[in-house]
């Protein structure tokens, strides 16, 4: 019976990872998008994700310091000893593929996080956020200005339809 649930638990996950999350715990809000390989450890009750948070592939919440698993072996009042810290995620925050977020920290709403970011600390409202640790390198209305004449509007495109009009692009 329990290789059934695991392998059950493995599909729910794969093909509906925001089901499967708040099935374990976690709080996510409405128009969220999950990667299926994004993991929320082994504490997801301790994550509260707002609405139109996208978490990207490979992405790791981590909700407890492991490295307490030293402690335990040097004193023995500390051998029953964990830290946890709950992670909040605003509205409207993307969250790059392969980045970190670590136990306690709370990101902002309207916020970037690169790919690969470690985020030990919190993330204002409206910033970017990238690197190890991860650090505020601009604000979403700097980021918007910088970037202004690089948009193509391709989302509502078809596959095909974004294939041609990149391809038909003179600056690719």
Partial sequence: MRIFNQLRNKLIKRKSPIDYWRKMGAKIGEGCE???????GSEPYLIT???????NSGVLLITHDGGVWVLRHLKDEYKNIDIFGKITIGNNVH???NAIIMPGVNIGNNCIVGCGAIVTKNIPDNSIAVGIPAKVIESIDEYEKKHADDFVHTKMLTKEQKKKALLEMDKF
């Fill in 95 to 97: 969250i790059g593929t």
């Fill in 49 to 55: 994700l707002g609405n139109h948070v996208r978490i």
């Fill in 34 to 40: 999950i990667y299926s390989s994004a993991n929320f």
